[in-house]
């Protein structure tokens, strides 16, 4: 399997990619960089762990990405808290990541099922 075809995948990218276009007009560059970097690593170490060569460390890159499910979900609740992201709008992203955090708890434990064989 690819993770291409991971539904997981499709989602945080989906998300980050909205992430991105939500905070376009931003104006404080340094907090914009963080979040949206926060929103780029959920798929990209979805993506790294899954071209690892051995099961543990696919394990690990799908760990740091719900790791940044949690760190993009604490931003979005910072940024609603100052004004820079609308409240609607908050809610649905920190409900997607919430979804794909416990997409990728799913995983894990499907992949480590595999590892104890």
């Not at 409900?95 to 992949?111: F, T």
């Amino acid at each position: 399997m690819n993770f291409e075809d991971l539904e997981v995948w499709k989602r945080s990218a989906r998300l980050s990619a909205d992430v991105y276009k939500g905070l376009a007009e931003l104006k404080d560059f340094g907090f914009k960089d963080q979040l949206t970097r926060a929103g780029l690593s959920i798929p990209s170490n979805i993506a790294e762990g899954f071209e690892r060569e051995s099961v543990k460390e696919c394990l690990n890159f799908l760990s740091y990405a719900k790791g940044s499910c949690g760190e993009l979900r604490t931003q979005i609740f910072i940024g609603m808290d100052i004004g820079y992201i609308q409240r609607d709008l908050g809610a649905r992203w920190i409900g997607e990541a919430k979804e794909i955090s416990s997409m990728l708890s799913g995983l894990m434990k499907a992949r480590k099922g595999f590892l104890a064989k």
